[in-house]
């Protein structure tokens, strides 16, 4: 029965050793982003201005009369210029304000210019740039799925497009995206032979560029989801064995590349004999047709796979029919 128990407790966690269902539930309790209660800042700029010229006049009348009311204006004008510069800030473009309101996300604002909110918000989670961004992943020592030490890197084209998961997802998205992307590059090639000798259908690092880097991108967008980020592009740039092995490698190769070009000289030459053979017994008009037996046959395909396939020049012997003297 312990054992028992024990399994079950083990089969209801996942590969982090959370409890099965915990990555469902922070999913479902993620912040996701949504507009902020916002506008431009134009008109209130002008505004701001207007406020600021009537509480200097009504300061100086103020001043020169003594007059409570305008006293009472002046101060009322200094607290608008006052409320309305705080509440005014700038959005550049291909960026986006995260706001907060004591903690608690409020939004985000994404129209680039002069903007304005609650003077309460603040831009805790900052100023969030939209931007393509890349990089190159530094170059791993990896082992394949054949077990075999590769030199492996990749480029990572991606952007920001969940402000708030950006913001408070994850503690730094732009070191959560390269992390993830070494782990993932690491991932992948262990997934793929470098290349397959015995198997020509199987799909190779380096025979299937198209496929491993669609693998790739799969697997770093998993990834990616909890940060708000985008993967545009995962490609595969750097693609070598490891020293160690690299030299044993090439001569598998280029014995893999000697075997399959004889293979395909023994298959023209077999042809070549085949039609020789035919067209030497058919002749052109049925008149000049040269009739051979399997033992000529035979000879004469012979003495042609051998001029045909030799590595080197052969020498031909001209048979001049025997010698009649005594």
């Not at 207007?50 to 009348?61: E, T």
Request: aromatic share 6%.
């Amino acid at each position: 029965m312990t054992d028992h128990a024990d399994n079950q407790r083990h089969d209801a966690r996942d590969s982090d050793g959370a409890p099965e269902g915990s990555y469902e539930l922070d999913r479902s309790m993620e912040i996701a982003e949504h507009p902020a209660a916002c506008a431009s800042g134009i008109p209130w700029l002008v505004a701001d201005v207007v406020l600021a010229l009537a509480m200097v006049g009504l300061g100086v009348l103020a001043a020169t009369s003594g007059s409570t009311a305008a006293w009472v204006g002046a101060v009322v004008a200094a607290l608008g210029v006052a409320l309305i510069s705080v509440s005014l800030y700038m959005v550049g473009p291909n960026q986006a304000a995260v706001l907060t309101l004591f903690g608690a996300y409020r939004g985000t604002d994404r129209q680039a210019g002069l903007r304005i909110a609650n003077p309460l918000y603040s831009s805790a989670g900052g100023k969030v740039s939209l931007r393509v961004r890349n990089f190159t992943t530094t170059t791993s020592k990896v082992n394949d799925a054949n077990g075999n030490p590769i030199h492996i890197a990749a480029v990572v084209v991606w952007r920001v497009v969940d402000t708030a998961r950006a913001s408070f997802g994850v503690d730094d998205f732009v070191d959560y995206v390269e992390i993830q992307s070494e782990s993932a590059v690491r991932q992948m090639a262990r997934a793929y032979p470098y290349e397959s000798f015995e198997d020509p259908d199987a799909t190779t690092l380096i025979g299937e560029p198209a496929v491993v880097n669609d693998h790739l991108q799969t697997e770093l967008q998993e990834r990616a989801d909890a940060a708000g980020v985008r993967i545009i592009e995962a490609r595969v740039t750097d693609l070598s064995y490891a020293a160690e092995v690299a030299e044993a490698m090439l001569r598998r190769q280029q014995a893999a590349a000697i075997v399959a070009g004889r293979k395909k000289i023994v298959e023209g030459a077999v042809g070549m004999v085949r039609q020789a053979l035919t067209e030497l017994e058919q002749g052109t008009t049925g008149v000049d047709a040269v009739p051979l037996d399997a033992e000529r046959r035979a000879a004469f395909a012979a003495n042609l796979m051998t001029v045909i396939a030799s590595d080197s020049p052969t020498t031909p012997i001209v048979n001049v029919g025997s010698d009649a003297r005594r």
